[in-house]
């Protein structure tokens, strides 16, 4: 007992004093592991489903909003709980935090759960209600079939993680998910191409790996190597906990609840010019995804961070963390810019040997690549409020990019210039939303210091 006590001294007079650069890197860097061995796996399904054909791509990018889903309630509970530990263990509230992490890893499983029930007894309905077309809901309704089985472990998987995180432990939280993302990329091309499987095949390989990762994240929790407990004992009892709770992660929900909203739209719009607009947009935008591996492991590095000094009220260490994410983020997404304005038609091409595709993938994800710096400090403001409990804010700021911003710009643009519209829809969100977001962290750190 006295051991653990120790190590969990250390983490916190580590969590505290360290450097904030090299205390935000050494956990990032894990985080960034982790999000790119997560990217590089959707890319090998959407790779590998890619041989099949353009509607089994196009089928992929349906199904996708699915893991959205899963994605906005696990991370409401897992990011509220997480923000609320760190917080915790820096105010030294031991209990609090136990309570905290067991209440929001059980949500999660059970808010999983129901997804999958939801899918299995309305599949089609809900296939259709995502975006599937005539030619691709075969395929959707296949792939759909297993993501369903693994929603319960996906969905409670981001509460261990992000509470892992929330420690100071990122390492032992990217071990979990570069294992489940390696097993995947390996039984991809098995079941598809070596069992004949097909699409189906993909979806199975999907599900195995985020059970095993799952089994490997709860682990570290039951042989007692974190300094929070899960237990059906820790689980809270009053009203007030649960509101906290859900209130912490309320700009999560919102922010991945938008996000897979904006993908249906976008799903809907998209299948307007066919299966190879949808195919080629979801193509671009999982590639988004893994230029944004940098920014997103910095902004996932600087919440406990950020957590810890709020919860201690050292106002300059929130600053400082801020800054040096935030302005990290833009200059590493500079760079992955440049990468995808010059190369956007031969990165497109590696998922699907389709002209039609290549022509609106890279024009999509040229026009994205130039938003990427402004998408990035939106990311770190929105998650700035949210960490020191500003959730309207962080809340409005989702909102505004994808409710009030990008969805009208989805339903307008292409009556007015046809495809390009879609295209241009979410990159013109990002840039006024940089516009919204710059003064209110100015505003912000004028008030709290």
Known sequence: MKKISRESQGQYERMTTAPVSELILSLAVPSMVTTLIN?????????????????????????????????????WVGTGGSNLVSRMLGAKQQKEADITMSTAFFLSFFFGLLVAVIGFVAGEPLMLLLGATETNLPYAMSYGR?????????????????????????????????????????LDPLFIFVFHWGISGAALATAISQIIAWGILLSYYLRGKTQVKISWRYLAKSKSQYQLLFTTGFPSLCRHGCNMLANIVLNWVSGGWGDAAIAAMSVAGRLLYLSNAVSLGLIEGCQPVIGYAHGMKNHKRVKDAFWYTAKTGMLSMCAFAVVGILFAPALIGL???????????????RLICVALPFATFMSCVSTLFQVVGQTLASSLLVFARQIVFYI?????????????????????ADLLMFAVALPMVLRFFKKYA
């Open 39 to 75: 990217s590089v796996y959707n890319l090998a399904d959407t790779f590998f489903v890619g041989q099949i054909g353009t509607s089994a791509t196009a089928a992929v990018g349906v199904v996708f909003s699915i893991p959205m889903i899963l994605n906005a309630l696990g991370f």
């Open 146 to 186: 297993f993501i369903f089985v693994g929603a319960p472990f996906s969905a409670s998987s981001l509460a261990l993680s992000q509470c892992l995180r929330a420690e100071g432990k990122s390492r032992q939280s990217m071990y979990g998910q570069v294992a489940g993302g390696v097993l995947n990329m390996l």
């Open 351 to 365: 998922f699907r040997d389709d002209a039609e595709v290549i022509r609106i993938g890279a024009g999509a994800l």
């Open 408 to 428: 009208p710009a989805m339903l307008i643009l292409p009556r007015l210039i046809g495809l390009l519209g879609v295209q241009a829809a979410g990159p013109l």
